[in-house]
């Protein structure tokens, strides 16, 4: 194993924020500050660029690039990178106005005014040619830049539009997926239901408020073809910027819990993943958002394998949530860190300076409206800073994760769309957090992966709520657990196909009933206020929303239900088939049910951590690594805000903060330590 950094161009920390000076061009002293003030915040990247068309091209054909060439020249001797982004995600008055046709239409059938930002048709043509005429120049002026280091493609894609060019591109991608037959379709629609049936392709509309939306695989089909949509607009935002720049690579910012797009397949046209993460903190048990945040840090690693980048984080505070809270001393940086534990080679802010006025005037950054280097903030800033040159010998090195949680966008949509179960509520986000816990409670590294990912390198692999299974994951799973892996999974798993067609023959579906040695009958979707209990080596466990009914085939009853007419009947069950064996769990458990079998499972596996504390680590304290093959570098965070640990560890390690040769780290609240050993 050898190191994958996240920005081969740059194999250091990135340490930095979106910059956006056309908001100063009347003002250059700011400019001058600026400088000034990132050198002092030990910060070394800015990224640029990221709405700043209009400044660029403020008139149709005419381009100013003066501003931008400044300020990348300005960075660069100030000794700072540039990650330099297309203007794509919001566009100029004139575009929109003698374009209306790059106008979003909504859900409503209504074309959007232009306004506001990251809404533009992907369809597009004009559009299309407009973002790569501009992003060719770019590519062509700056692409051999010194300064810049990657490119930062849009922001934030998401979204849907329905135009009439959509929804012809929509009508294309069904007539080629369903090889021109419509009657194809309307089998694997089941249309005749409600006599729904379509005649032709011509007749489909995308589901919106008054369209078709009763039409399950219609609705999933239109969210695959919404990121096909979206991957293509991608390609051709790239395709200038490869041709001109092979050597830099591509990275779009993606987000937390984001509903629209399925990442794993974005994540193919794009270099680095990148994301922008800004954790409700103290809104409630901090361990909690902890590891819910740790979940996507692992899930953008996992993408592609490699470090990621931490596109964009607040200093301090957000503007756009309900109770915009800052963030308690010490846990600005503890977050920031907790970011390169999980495998990000940068830690990156939105925003470097406060804008003046509109919308984001109040959001955190690392300059305020004061402008000064003498705020609680900046010193924070700079002591992350601080930080990050002194581990820099950790960037590029990998997570060698034995464990994994899968995680699916198609799996989420369908199971939402599904009238059934707790209609309003599924709970697929919290029930993959709460397996993923398992691991994070106990300092155990953990990848997110897709059902279709290559699992045979993990040790244990949980498929929670996997409710579509279609015949490659249904393949992936049955060939893992022969292969020897251990697979656990849960109630609800195998029950539809690609297209949302219940499987026939009794459920898992396509083979899986063979695999965990089970037939899954009925399921009861409990109310809010039910507990129920399962027993498991004597002790009893509490269930809440969902008790699956199974039978077992062949599989060992490991829990069973304590309540109700089910009685009796298996609540955890396991199955050796092949090389490999099968758990599980049909129903869902406040926590100590899989605390419990975890403990059991994990301890007969063997895996644990470098510290020399077995089982679930104490409220809030955690731990992660990265390696380079040769030296481990463990990373051992406390994110409760009142707890001081005592953390005893295996073996000798060197505290990379203090150069001692430690055997135990003392953590106080919010407090970091990342040691190294062979
Ligand atoms: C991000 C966005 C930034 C900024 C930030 C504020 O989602 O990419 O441009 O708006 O939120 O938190
Ligand atoms: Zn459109």
Not at 239 to 260: C, G, K, Q, W
Not at 333 to 339: G, K, T
Not at 479 to 488: C, D, E, K, T
Not at 608 to 635: K, Q, V, W
Request: negative net charge.
């Amino acid at each position: 194993m050898t190191k994958k950094h996240a920005c081969p161009t740059y194999p250091h920390f990135l340490h930095g924020a979106d910059y956006n000076p056309e908001q100063w061009l009347h003002d250059k002293s700011i400019w001058d500050e600026d400088m000034r003030l990132l050198q002092l915040a030990n910060c070394n990247e800015l990224s640029v660029g990221i709405f700043s068309w209009s400044t660029l091209e403020p008139q149709e054909g005419q381009y100013d690039f003066s501003f931008l060439d400044e300020t990348i020249e300005r960075i660069g001797k100030a000794g700072g990178k540039v990650i330099l982004a297309t203007p794509s995600g919001a566009r100029p008055r004139w575009l929109a106005e003698k374009y209306p046709e790059v106008l979003r239409v909504g859900p409503d059938g209504v074309r959007e005014h232009f306004r506001a930002r990251h809404n533009h048709c992907p369809t597009s043509p004009v559009y299309r040619e407009k973002v790569r005429k501009i992003n060719s120049l770019l590519a062509q002026r700056y692409g051999n830049n010194d300064t810049v280091v990657a490119w930062h493609i849009s922001n934030e894609y998401g979204g849907q539009c329905r135009c009439e060019l959509c929804t012809n591109a929509f009508r294309d991608y069904l007539r080629k997926k369903f090889d021109g037959d419509i009657e194809k379709l309307n089998r694997a629609y089941w249309t005749t239901f409600w006599s729904h049936n379509y005649d032709s392709f011509d007749q489909i509309e995308p589901p919106g408020d008054h369209t078709e939306v009763a039409v399950h695989g219609l609705n999933l089909d239109w969210r695959r073809f919404v990121t096909e949509q979206t991957i293509s607009f991608i390609e051709n935002e790239t395709a200038p910027i490869r041709e001109h720049s092979p050597h830099l690579p591509v990275t779009i910012n993606m987000m937390f819990e984001f509903y629209d797009l399925d990442y794993h397949k974005v994540s193919r046209v794009i270099d680095i993943a990148s994301w922008d993460s800004y954790p409700e903190w103290h809104s409630g048990d901090d361990a909690i958002m902890a590891e819910k945040t740790a979940f996507w840090h692992d899930l953008y690693r996992s993408l592609k394998d490699r470090p990621f980048l931490l596109m964009e984080s607040t200093p301090s505070l957000v503007n756009w949530k309900p109770y915009n809270k800052l963030k308690a001393p010490g846990l600005d940086v503890l977050s920031s860190m907790q970011a390169v534990a999980h495998g990000s080679d940068s830690v990156q802010y939105f925003q470097w300076r406060k804008s003046r006025g509109s919308s984001e005037k109040f959001h955190g950054a690392v300059v305020s409206h004061d402008g000064t280097e003498h705020t609680r903030v900046f010193r924070s800033v700079q002591e992350t800073g601080r930080l990050l040159k002194q581990l820099d010998q950790i960037t590029g090195t990998l997570t060698n994760a034995k464990a994994a949680v899968i995680f699916d966008w198609e799996n989420m949509w369908a199971l939402d769309d599904c009238q059934g179960y707790a209609q309003h509520d599924k709970k697929y986000f919290d029930t993959c957090y709460a397996y993923h816990r398992q691991f994070w409670q106990r300092g155990i590294d953990c990848d997110i992966v897709s059902p279709k990912a290559d699992l045979s390198r993990y040790q244990i692999v949980v498929a929670p709520m996997l409710y579509l299974v279609d015949e490659e994951t249904a393949r992936n799973l049955e060939g893992y657990v022969r292969g020897g892996g251990n697979l656990y999974g849960t109630y609800m798993l195998g029950t539809v196909d690609e297209t949302d067609l219940c499987h026939l023959g009794g459920i898992p579906g396509l083979g899986l009933r063979q695999v965990f040695g089970i037939l899954a009958e009925e399921i009861d979707t409990l109310y809010p206020h039910d507990r129920q209990h399962a027993q498991l080596d004597g002790q009893l466990h509490e269930l809440v929303d969902y008790c699956e009914v199974i039978h077992p085939e062949g599989a060992k009853v490991l829990a069973t239900y304590d309540d109700g007419w089910y009685k009796g009947s298996p609540a955890l069950t396991v199955n050796h088939y092949g090389a490999g064996k099968a758990y599980y769990q049909t129903c869902r458990d406040s926590g100590s049910l899989a605390d419990r079998a975890f403990t059991e499972i994990l301890q007969e596996l063997g895996m644990d951590t470098l510290l020399d504390m077995p089982g679930i680590l104490p409220h809030g304290l955690t731990a992660h690594s990265r390696t380079d093959g040769e030296y481990t570098y463990l990373f051992v965070e406390n994110y409760d805000g009142t707890a001081t640990y005592e953390v005893p560890l295996k073996n000798e390690m060197t505290d990379l903060l203090t150069g001692e040769s430690v055997s135990k780290v003392t953590l106080p609240p919010y407090g970091l330590a990342v040691l190294k050993s062979k």
